[in-house]
T-cell receptor, first 109, second 113 residues
Framework: AQRVTQPEKLLSVFKGAPVELKCNYS??????LFWYVQYSRQRLQLLLR??SRESIKGFTADLNKGETSFHLKKPFAQEEDSAMYYC???????????FGQGTTLQVKP | DGGITQSPKYLFRKEGQNVTLSCEQN?????MYWYRQDPGQGLRLIYY???????QKGDIAEGYSVSREKKESFPLTVTSAQKNPTAFYLC????????????FGPGTRLTVT
């Protein structure tokens, strides 16, 4: 079955520390993977997608097909990074996203 | 001001009543989606529509119905058959049905008692 797993409900780090939000997926084909973010009192919005290979707000994510992972990383966390982060998979390239359970990132001063 | 609007923000209903949630977009997007967000479960797809007058069931369509009579509008009806309707409902749209960015509305919190 196609599935996205984010093993951590909550990740708490201090400002300036490295961050890694884990995402594992189960899909046999070539996946389209995304990270969405929801800041407090804001709408859910796209952070980045693996096909564009870009860095947004200092975040990067590398697709590892061998480990079926798409972890989100940032070398130095900022307080404004505190938010709920969702990893999502589009297995059929139709926009039918399968979301993980979400991870709350808390960056402490 | 472009974007997706959902109304109302909060909705309360008695058990056994049907209720319709509104979703409107002026982004000229072809595809629209309804998700349900529950704590600890992420977002789950209820219904989606890639073109006017056509829609498909998502993973948890039971107890829900939709219509897509206009490109801009994709209302969701939560029927009395939905066993656990209290949740946060999110509408989204995208340019096509492909893997482009999905734009989300602000959501409607439905409470059924």
């Amino acid at each position: 079955a196609q599935r996205v797993t984010q093993p951590e409900k909550l990740l708490s780090v201090f400002k300036g520390a490295p961050v890694e939000l884990k995402c594992n997926y189960s899909y046999s084909g070539s996946p389209e993977l995304f990270w969405y973010v929801q800041y407090s009192r804001q709408r859910l919005q796209l952070l980045l997608r693996h096909i564009s290979r870009e860095s947004i707000k200092g975040f990067t994510a590398d697709l590892n097909k061998g480990e079926t992972s798409f972890h989100l990383k940032k070398p130095f966390a900022q307080e404004e990074d505190s938010a709920m982060y969702y990893c999502a998979l589009d297995p059929s390239n139709t926009g039918k996203l399968i979301f993980g359970q979400g991870t709350t990132l808390q960056v402490k001063p | 001001d472009g974007g997706i609007t959902q109304s109302p923000k909060y909705l309360f209903r008695k058990e056994g009543q049907n209720v319709t949630l509104s979703c409107e977009q002026n982004l000229n997007h072809d595809a629209m989606y309804w998700y349900r967000q529950d704590p600890g479960q992420g977002l789950r797809l209820i219904y989606y529509s890639q073109i006017v007058n056509d829609f498909q069931k998502g993973d948890i369509a039971e107890g829900y119905s939709v219509s897509r009579e206009k490109k801009e509008s994709f209302p969701l009806t939560v029927t009395s058959a939905q066993k656990n309707p209290t949740a946060f409902y999110l509408c989204a749209s995208t340019e096509t049905g492909n893997s482009y960015e999905q734009y989300f509305g602000p959501g409607t919190r439905l409470t059924v008692t």
